[in-house]
């Protein structure tokens, strides 16, 4: 009998290592394969779309905000991991009759670690845990040195479009900002996305630059010249929103790409 606490607080106890895993996000689906866990993998969502060929190999069982109880209770799962964010706590609740439902909660480096660290209790893949936790470490150190002479610039970053959104404190987001050592403007406001009023954005911190992400929402060209209007000497990047938004074992591949938009805004 194995007893351990999710990220929050729920205590579940197993009599043995679950073997069928339901994951409802896509960054943790990424890890879980990552760890070795393709096989224990029955369903994952539709947007889990890292390795590319899941999607075939495995049923989809809806997406974040909606899932397909039955489809999930056929596939008679173990284990449903979830996530706080991304998933709502009315899927959480009609899930809980069919197994065990671990959620995940992820706002900071340490919080990311601990959840690999978890997974690997979780699943007996615990050298492997140590394995991608030492590589993670490894790559932060390394890049806190790369970017510690780096320019610091006050950012705002863009998730969403009618209204705009940004993203702002006690988010995933926000910490790979800091990381970077981006000063995000809007980290002060209680909301963890804030909705934000383009003609006022000078007066709200007047960023140096701006990032519209590409996704949830999928930023152009034309938004690009529509956000522009309204900030002053800004610079207005798109960046890819995996890179900022997906914990797990891909933050590994996010530091290169990091590095790469330090040199474009350098």
């Not at 397909?68 to 998933?87: M, Q, R, T």
């Not at 934000?196 to 140096?208: A, M, S, T, V, Y």
Request: net charge negative; with cysteine; glycine share 4%.
């Amino acid at each position: 009998m194995i007893t351990l606490k999710d990220q929050i607080g729920q205590e579940h106890s197993f009599e043995k290592t679950p073997k069928r895993i339901v994951s409802l996000v896509p960054s943790q689906t990424e890890t879980l394969f990552d760890m070795g866990l393709e096989e224990e993998l029955v369903g994952i969502t539709k947007f889990c779309i890292h390795p590319y060929h899941l999607k075939a190999t495995k049923i989809k069982v809806g997406g974040t905000k909606k899932v397909h109880v039955e489809k999930i209770k056929a596939l008679e799962p173990d284990i449903i991991i979830a996530n706080k964010e991304e998933n709502t706590l009315e899927i959480v609740e009609s899930l809980k009759g069919i197994c065990p439902v671990w959620v995940t909660d992820v706002v900071t480096l340490d919080d990311n670690i601990q959840m690999i660290e978890d997974f690997g209790a979780l699943f007996n893949k615990r050298t492997e845990a140590k394995k991608w936790i030492d590589k993670l470490n490894y790559a932060t150190k390394d890049f806190i040195n790369y970017v510690k002479d780096k320019e610091s610039y006050k950012v705002a970053y863009f998730i969403w479009r009618e209204p705009y959104m940004v993203a702002g404190r006690d988010t995933f987001i926000n910490e790979l900002l800091r990381l970077n050592r981006f000063e995000n403007v809007y980290e002060a406001r209680e909301e963890r996305y804030p909705e934000i009023e383009l003609r006022k954005i000078r007066i709200q911190g007047d960023p140096e630059v701006v990032f519209l992400s590409s996704e949830p929402f999928p930023f152009s060209e034309e938004h690009a010249f529509e956000v522009g209007r309204f900030t002053h000497h800004g610079k207005t990047v798109f960046v890819d929103g995996e890179m900022f938004s997906w914990y797990g074992t891909h933050l590994f591949r996010a530091f290169d790409y990091f590095k790469q938009i330090h040199e474009r805004l350098s």
